[in-house]
Each structure stands twice: as structure tokens, then as C-alpha cells.
């Protein structure tokens, strides 16, 4: 069961390494009521950096933040920074936030277990509920950075993070707030947690070989790659945006939602749910599919997931879905679970930025039933204006984003 986890490190910029197979990350914001995005950062790795840290937390209560939490903060925060964005007495009500977990901390509940069954029920630390519940990230970036306007959370499994900025662009665009920090975290790689996807045989088994292990779309690929993380982007009303001159990366255009009614963990066999959240993105975009220059797959590398979102893609696309580059984040990072779609989020922006389309890793047996393009292996220079990206997850939850770069009207 490798880990990708102990394979990744933050940094401050998505640049030449990715060219070649590695990956280097960063964060993002979006609409109109138009929604840009200004200000994203993530975090892939299991320990804060120290330039990430929030002064306003001090070691003692940092105890008492579970991982993902500290996660979501030290994100949220320097989403801010980059955003150029001040939280202040007066705009607070305006500001919400919005961040996904498909889990929660997972190792809380791992040591609480392990507390009451070993030490029993009165050792149990008192904190035990507020460092586990999926919605304390958001609680927690709200009290700590004063953001006293919407909250909420999303937990919809590995669709957690992409639908958690989809709803939040919905809040912009129905004017319950100007600025939303929204995205996804999870810290989720420990014993339970891996013990949880090795029982319903969802890992890889490539323990030998760990950085070849995730391989979507590959012929030999044989199941996931879990790993941790956190990508928090700035999302803001357009107008509110450009009176203050804010930096903008990027324009949220699109957003679909559905549900496989299918399986609980298996996805629809036809594609028909993945394929309708694609549709209803489109639609809300007001876009075709001609529009899109890069499709950003959800692509988790296991052998019917995989098949099944390169079926709905064609089922939306039709013959022009051979001419649209397709590539898979998680063949570099391995699979955040509820912050993957909020990663993907920030690639989608960062492509756009940048012109570079990172390549999908580890494709060297193309599988007859996947036989789109794939970007395999080698990163490609290409101007990309139209950026469609997916999340799936157990339970039939299917959300996908459209991104567009943004033009002056």
C-alpha cells in the first residue's frame, strides 16, 4: 500500500519540474454575479512548513487542531496573502468560507479508539470531537482568521473539495457573501485510513515500486495511491474584485453536480451520472464542447473508474473528445480524497496561467478501452483558454468545474 504522501513537499510555484514527471504546487480564486479567482495555495505534505504557520496559533493549541485542520489554516491564510485580501471589522460579514472532507481527521479517530479500548472511556481527550468533525475546518478558519459571514462544509467523499467550490461560487452568485475562501482538506493516511480502502481493494499493490505505483489509465494500473493534503482558493464577486484591484488568476464559469444512483462504492458502468455533471457544468457555463481546450480527469487509477470517466467523457464530447488533452494530477500526487478536487482546482488555474499541460505519469501500456489523449509522460506547451475538471466519489457524487481565463469586458 504506498503512501504518496512521504514523496511530496510544498512548494511556491508549479514550474519546470512537472515539464518532466514532477510536480511542484501551488493554490487559487472567480463571477457575476461573476466569480474570479485570486489567491490559491495547497499544501501536499504531512508536516506545516514553517513559513506556513499562523503566529496567531500558539503551540499549545495547535495540539488541538487535528492535521487537516492545521491544513485548511495555513492555507486559507496564505490564500489570503496571495489574494491581497484583509479580513477587517467591516468586510467580516461579507467573507464565508466553505471547505470540504471527505473523512475528517481520520487519525483522531484512530487514537481515540485506541485510547478507550486500551486506557478506557475517561482518558479520552476532551478535544476529541472538535479535532475530528469534518466541518471544524471550516469552523476553525473562520474563528481564527475573525471571518464571521457564511460557513459551511461539504462531505461528499473524494467530490468534498470540487463541490465545496462549486456551492460557494452559488453563494457569491446569490449575494450572501463578496469573498469566499473554499476548498478541500484531508489527512487521512494512517493505519484505519488505509486499512478502510485496502478492505474494499481500492489500493494499489504495488508496495515495491511506490512512485510507479498510481498510473491511470494504464493498462497495468491496479488501484489508488492515498496521500494528504489541502488547496484553498479565494473566490470573489467580479466587481468586488476589480474595485479593489485584486489579482485575478482565473474566472469560474461552470459548475455541475449529479448523482450515479448506482453503487455504493462502484460508479455507474455507462458513465451516465460522471457524464451528466460534465453537461450540467457545460450548461451553467453556457459553453460546448468545443469550447474546452483541457480536461482535468479525476482519474484515481483504478481499473473501473478509470474506463468509466474516459466512456462519460466520450458520451459528452463525442469525436471531439480524441482531440482534447487529458491528464491526471493524481498520476504524480496520488489521490487526496476530499482535497483532490480542490487541488485539481488550483492545476486547472495554473494551466490556464501557465500554458502547460502537466502530463498524465506512468503510461507505458495503453489499455485498448481508454484510448483517448492522455498527455503521457511529457508535459506539452499549449495555450489553454477553457479548463474542465472532475471529481467523483463513493456514494455516486459526481461535481465538475469549469475554468476560463479571465478577459476584461
Request: with cysteine; net charge positive.
Amino acid at each position: 500500500m504506498p503512501a504518496a504522501s512521504d514523496l511530496l513537499i510544498i512548494t511556491r510555484a508549479f514550474g519546470e519540474p512537472h515539464r518532466n514527471g514532477g510536480l511542484r504546487l501551488l493554490g487559487c480564486p472567480r463571477v457575476s454575479r461573476r466569480v474570479i479567482v485570486g489567491g490559491p495555495w495547497w499544501l501536499l505534505r504531512l508536516r506545516i512548513p514553517k513559513e506556513a504557520r499562523l503566529k496567531q496559533v500558539r503551540p499549545k493549541e495547535a495540539r488541538r487542531l487535528s492535521r487537516f485542520i492545521l491544513f485548511a489554516l495555513s492555507a486559507a491564510h496564505e490564500a489570503l496573502t496571495r489574494a491581497r485580501f484583509c479580513i477587517t471589522e467591516e468586510n467580516a460579514e461579507r467573507v464565508g468560507v466553505l471547505i470540504g472532507s471527505g473523512i475528517g481527521s481520520f487519525t483522531t479517530v484512530e487514537e481515540g479508539c485506541r485510547t478507550v479500548f486500551t486506557r478506557g472511556g475517561a482518558r479520552l481527550t476532551p478535544f476529541f470531537l472538535p479535532m475530528m468533525l469534518p466541518n471544524m475546518a471550516s469552523g476553525q478558519v473562520s474563528r481564527l482568521l475573525g471571518i464571521r459571514g457564511y460557513s459551511s462544509t461539504i462531505v461528499t467523499a473524494c467530490a468534498s473539495g470540487a463541490q465545496a467550490i462549486g456551492e460557494a461560487a452559488e453563494v457569491i452568485r446569490r449575494g450572501a457573501a463578496d469573498v469566499m475562501l473554499a476548498g478541500g482538506s484531508e489527512a487521512s493516511v494512517c493505519e484505519m485510513g488505509l486499512a478502510s480502502f485496502c478492505a474494499i481493494r481500492a489500493l494499489s499493490t504495488r508496495n515495491d515500486e511506490p512512485t510507479r505505483a498510481s498510473r491511470p489509465f494504464d493498462r497495468e494500473r491496479d488501484g489508488l495511491v492515498p496521500a494528504e493534503g489541502c488547496a484553498i482558493l479565494v473566490l470573489e464577486e467580479l466587481e468586488h474584485a476589480r474595485r479593489r484591484g485584486a489579482p485575478i488568476l482565473a474566472e469560474l464559469v461552470g459548475y455541475g453536480v449529479s448523482s450515479d444512483a448506482y453503487h455504493v462504492v462502484a460508479p455507474d458502468p455507462e458513465g451516465r451520472g460522471a457524464a451528466a455533471a460534465m453537461r450540467a457544468a457545460l450548461a451553467d457555463a453556457g459553453l460546448t464542447p468545443a469550447d474546452i481546450d483541457y480536461i482535468n480527469a479525476h482519474a484515481t487509477s483504478t481499473v473501473a473508474g478509470d474506463y468509466v470517466e474516459t466512456l462519460a467523457i466520450k458520451r459528452v464530447f463525442g469525436e471531439r473528445a480524441y482531440a482534447i488533452p487529458i491528464s491526471a494530477t493524481k498520476s504524480m500526487i496520488g489521490h487526496s480524497m476530499g482535497a483532490a478536487g480542490a487541488i485539481e482546482a488550483v492545476v486547472a488555474v495554473l494551466t490556464i496561467r501557465d500554458g502547460i499541460i502537466h502530463p498524465t505519469i506512468n503510461y507505458e501500456y495503453p489499455d485498448p478501452k481508454c484510448d483517448l489523449d492522455y498527455v503521457p509522460n511529457v508535459a506539452r506547451r499549449v495555450p489553454v483558454r477553457t479548463v474542465l475538471s472532475n471529481s467523483f466519489a463513493f456514494g455516486g457524487h459526481n461535481a465538475t468545474l469549469i475554468f476560463r481565463r479571465y478577459a476584461e469586458d
